[in-house]
């Protein structure tokens, strides 16, 4: 039990508890200040006592974490200075090793191979279980000074509201930051991995090259293409296949899920009863929820094998594994991405643009074709947008039900492959990560990540062209 109460959930619990008790009592103390005083207060009560939950609550949770992210680190340097001593000639290899070993025994996970094992897990738990004694105190402590702190800065004159507003604003602010350094961060990284890649290959052979297959590394020396005299000695990484089958998966996708996403959204906002709406709409949402391997499963067992039958029995040649079965059942994975959202677009465009389309003598579709889907159109836009990076970003789908071969066609009723299920294949195995071959998955990335911020400028552009006329 005085485990779990030193541990980080532990901890927590307590802060949460303290919290809520500090906010309790600085409630109590601006109702005595204000019958003792007879002053109206400045801010609601309530705002003095989330005043109070700050102070007791975020300089402790920052302390907890920070501490918690430093043990780690620490704990392992103990372990290694440990075992130096205790095995000086323990090559590199095994100290990750016994690192687990010794954590495990001391939790009682495996049992000590020998005495010296025994003892340095002794060693750790001891220092441990100190660490995260320490840990505690040292949290409830700041816990409860900052809650006294504030408490004692309670008054009726004292601006709560204007102190909690602006606290929240520097949260928000500070979230902002975060979002926009992370964004840097992954920009920085593609580009530098990819920069080391478009060293070693040739930029012109990696965007124009029409071959793909990155399964055999590219010997020393050789920075293009296929050497015609070892004929596939080295590999090639020409990314258009791989593009194209984004592309057209992504298109059949949008296919089936606009027109379906778009008329339900319209449905559900201009037509249906209120009763029909609350049950139509959440049973659409229910797609957003089932995990993407189902639709893959379903894809491969199911619509593959039926869109494979029906070409043959039409006289086409169809592979088991197409762009067709995949984008269509991504399609339908997508459809309540578009059907929500277009429906709370479409909901907010004001009444009065309806009653006075209506009163100018327009039918109820003149009314939604000419004058409520273009103003919901920036709207509509960002929808669309949603679901095309979601079916641009999808992986399991398409490995199971279009396969991993990179074929450059537009037939949907071949196989093809995807960027993201390259870069997944790229990235796992037993492979160098200085390799061409594995350095090739952050060209890919950085190139998917143009292409759609390309594809975002030019589509909200055009959707502040149109729909600039109703602002």
């Known amino acids: 039990m005085t485990a779990f109460f030193t541990s980080f959930t532990g901890s927590l619990l307590w802060l949460i508890l303290i919290s809520a008790g500090i906010y309790f009592l600085s409630l109590r103390r601006l109702s005595g200040q204000i019958q003792t005083s007879q002053s109206k207060p400045h801010s609601l009560a309530y705002y003095y006592g989330r005043y109070a939950v700050i102070w007791a609550f975020f300089p402790a949770i920052i302390v907890l974490i920070v501490w918690t992210s430093f ?21 590199s290899s095994f100290v990750d090793l016994k690192i687990a070993q010794i954590k495990n025994i ?8 020998d005495d010296i094992m025994r003892g340095l897990a002794d060693q750790y738990g001891y220092a441990s279980d100190r660490l995260s004694m320490l840990r505690y105190v040292t949290v409830i402590l700041v816990s409860l000074i900052g809650g006294m702190f504030a408490i004692s800065r309670i008054k009726p004159h004292f601006k709560a509201r204007v102190v909690f507003e602006g606290f ?12 926009i350094l992370t964004t840097i961060g992954i920009i920085v990284s593609l580009t530098f991995e990819a920069f080391r890649f478009f060293t070693q290959y040739h930029p012109i052979d990696f965007f124009f090259g029409t071959h793909w297959s990155p399964n055999v590394a590219l010997r020393e020396g050789v920075e293009n293409a296929l050497d015609e005299d070892v004929g596939g000695s080295s590999g090639s990484f020409g990314m258009i296949p791989v593009m194209a089958g984004t592309l057209l998966i992504a298109f059949i996708a949008m296919l089936v899920a606009v027109p379906i996403g778009l008329f339900a959204a319209i449905y559900m906002a201009e037509f249906a009863s209120r009763r029909v709406r609350n049950y139509v709409k959440p049973t659409l949402e229910v797609l957003a929820g089932i995990p993407t391997v189902v639709y893959g499963f379903f894809a491969a067992l199911t619509i593959g094998p039926f869109i494979r039958n029906l070409g043959l029995f039409a006289g086409l040649d169809v592979s088991s594994q197409s762009a067709l079965a995949a984008g269509a059942v991504m399609g339908i994975m997508i459809i309540p991405f578009i059907s929500s959202l277009s429906d709370d677009v479409i909901t907010a465009v004001p009444r009065s643009l309806r009653d006075g389309a209506l009163g100018l003598g327009s039918t109820r579709g003149e009314m939604i ?4 889907l273009p103003a919901a159109f920036p709207g509509l836009v960002g929808a669309f947008l949603l679901a095309i990076s979601r079916a641009i970003g999808e992986t399991m789908i398409v490995v199971m039900a279009a396969g991993v071969s990179a074929q450059l066609t537009a037939n949907p009723l071949d196989s093809v492959t995807t960027v993201t299920v390259q870069i ?28 759609t911020l390309c594809l975002n400028i030019a589509a909200l552009s055009m959707s502040r062209r149109i729909g600039g006329r109703y602002e």
């Open 71 to 91: 043990t780690r680190p620490l704990e392992n340097q103990f372990i290694i200075q440990s075992l130096s001593a205790a095995y000086p000639d323990l090559p």
């Open 106 to 113: 001391s939790s009682g996970l495996i049992a000590a191979e």
């Open 168 to 179: 929240l604003r520097r949260v928000f602010t500070f979230a902002a930051i975060v979002a």
């Open 369 to 372: 074709t000419k004058v409520v």
């Open 424 to 451: 997944v294949m790229l990235l796992t195995g037993d492979t160098e990560f200085d390799s061409v071959k594995t350095l090739s998955a952050f060209a890919l990335g950085i190139t998917l990540f143009v292409v």
